[in-house]
């Protein structure tokens, strides 16, 4: 197929070598200036996630090639393909797969991948839904059924939910309630207790209480936990978890530490699971979204979801990283 020869708007990475600085700015590229790969879509579609904001200002080391095209989502339409498993016209998504850090990414008009790295979006789903889903959706159903197969169970008891108000602690409590569970969420921003509870949190607790040095073992709290955070606050979750619980680990936005010792595992028989969202193989990837269509509140996900433009996201990215983003951030791209 003939691709599209126009230009498009794009936000583009790029590094002085000399001094090592990186920047961001919004520009136009055109599809000669995409990476190699199967597929060509026109993006319709992209998020703000955590990682996208260390790739767009640079705090961490997430874009390792230059220049290149951050954003680790994206939603849109197929207009070229020579791989036989998607057709023009095709509506797709992607999650992860190293996009927005090797390989450009959603915050372009288009985006040149592989096909392998593709989802066709589920019927009911379309782009911007897909978007307000994203990366931090995604990774949260896989936290839920990870926790799930671990044996943690509505009637077990409590499940404690980390950086409750940002996009992935947003998300798992809205699926964790809308499944039965009884919630605890972990903020340090008491100004969105409202918001929490509005999502189906029965508990709000001040991020304080986890900020300390962990004991390594303290009283039994939770049957289970979803932590976005990482370092002290994990090491408190999994010390403060009770006999046979398990805890899913899928984010550091509190550092990449773990203070701990193993006492929560050999005393407790506590079980710590590691949910990688960017090399997920394709079917436990289907199998999220398909549980996404029907446990997760829409009209939730709707309501914790604001819309910006592809020009805004280098100031969204600043205060995603600050803390100032509740909820989930979808990217207008075209």
């Not at 599209?4 to 990475?13: N, P």
């Not at 590229?29 to 790739?55: C, I, P, R």
């Not at 592989?114 to 066709?120: E, F, N, T, Y």
């Not at 990870?146 to 008891?157: H, K, L, M």
């Amino acid at each position: 197929m003939t691709e599209h020869a126009h230009s498009f708007r794009a936000l583009l990475v790029t590094r002085d070598e000399a001094t090592k600085v990186q920047s961001c700015a919004l520009t136009h590229l055109t599809d000669a200036d995409l990476m190699d790969g199967d597929v060509t879509v026109q993006v319709e579609w992209s998020t703000v996630n955590y990682k996208d904001g260390l790739a767009v200002t640079g705090k961490s080391p997430v874009v390792r090639k230059f220049p290149l095209v951050p954003g680790i989502d994206f939603a849109g339409t197929v207009i070229a393909s020579t791989n036989p498993a998607f057709s023009v016209g095709d509506s797709v998504l992607l999650n992860g797969w190293g996009v927005g850090e090797v390989h450009s990414g959603g915050f372009a008009g288009h985006a040149r991948v592989k096909g392998d790295w593709l989802l066709k979006r589920p019927d009911g789903l379309d782009a911007r839904s897909a978007m307000a889903i994203g990366t931090a959706g995604y990774t949260a159903m896989l936290a839920v059924m990870a926790i799930e197969a671990a044996g943690v169970t509505p009637g077990s008891g409590p499940v404690v939910v980390t950086g409750a108000a940002g996009g992935v602690g947003s998300t798992a409590i809205s699926l964790l309630a809308k499944l039965g569970y009884t919630v605890a969420a972990v903020t340090g921003r008491p100004e969105e207790a409202d918001y929490l509870k509005g999502l189906g949190a029965s508990e709000i607790i001040d991020r304080a209480e986890l900020a300390g040095p962990a004991k390594p073992l303290a009283k039994e709290r939770w049957a289970g936990g979803i932590d976005s955070v990482g370092s002290t606050t994990l090491a408190n979750v999994l010390s403060q978890t009770r006999y046979g619980g398990a805890v899913a680990a899928c984010g550091l936005a509190g550092g990449m530490d773990l203070p701990t010792s193993v006492a929560p595992f050999i005393l407790r028989g506590v079980s710590l699971l590691g949910i990688d969202s960017v090399n997920a193989p394709t079917a436990r990837r289907t199998e999220a979204y398909r549980r996404l269509m029907t446990d997760l509140d829409h009209g939730k996900l709707a309501a914790m979801t604001r819309e910006i433009d592809l020009a805004d996201v280098p100031a969204a990215a600043v205060d995603i990283l600050a803390g100032k983003v509740r909820g989930r951030t979808v990217v207008k791209v075209s």
